[in-house]
């Protein structure tokens, strides 16, 4: 399977619905895409869930790939979601809800891990924190989930980051904990350049981004 990763700059101009196609067209022949966390639809609104669909299929009827991207969503106007769809041929062939909040992330996390399918291909699809919190109890209940639903040598965990330092022990150590809980490969897309400032809970500061896909 050939994937490629849509590395975009957290500042970057292109953080909207309406640069998708162009980035589309510039890895067309590739079996699947894979946007960052939060592309196109960032925290700064919560899109409904129907919109954000039918964007997507909008953005994508002239692509011949796969392709992974979502964002903040709200369901039947109460219920708000991070979400990555898959889009493929004009029809959205699968969903995936965040399972893991990040600290005060104000969203209704998902019950489970699905598999995403599309032709002969297949991945299993994590939102971020769902990766790095790993090894721990939840995150062992996740692996033995995805695993369930196909993981392995031929379905690859394909992870959506708005991350900070993807290449640190911090985030290595999880993710080479689900390749290797899995016998998977893990491919994660994150973000470049310098993003907003965050504060951990533990009171480390820094920011978002920083690249490492």
Request: hydrophobic residues 40%.
């Amino acid at each position: 399977m050939k994937i490629a990763l849509v590395q975009l700059d957290a500042k970057d101009t292109l953080w909207s619905i309406k640069f998708i196609p162009n980035l589309l067209d510039l890895v067309n022949g590739v079996d699947l895409v894979v946007f960052p966390e939060c592309m196109p639809f960032d925290a700064t609104r919560f899109i409904p869930i129907d919109d954000a669909i039918k964007n997507l299929i909008e953005a994508g009827k002239e692509c011949k790939s796969a392709f992974i991207a979502g964002g903040y969503v709200i369901e039947d106007n109460t219920t708000k979601r991070n979400a990555v769809f898959l889009v493929h041929k004009n029809k959205i062939k699968g969903t995936y809800f965040k399972r893991r909040p990040w600290q005060d992330e104000d969203i209704k996390p998902g019950s489970s891990v699905v598999c995403f399918q599309w032709d002969e291909f297949s991945c299993i699809p994590l939102i971020c924190a769902d990766a790095a919190d790993n090894p721990s109890q939840f995150g062992t209940k996740m692996m033995y989930e995805a695993i369930e639903r196909g993981a392995g040598k031929n379905t690859p965990i394909v992870v959506c980051s708005y991350g900070s330092g993807l290449n640190t022990p911090d985030w290595q150590e999880p993710l080479q904990s689900w390749s290797s809980g899995c016998e998977a490969p893990v491919l994660i897309c994150g973000v470049s350049g310098k993003g907003a400032a965050f504060k951990e809970d533990n009171g480390d500061e820094g920011f978002f981004g920083g690249g490492g896909s």
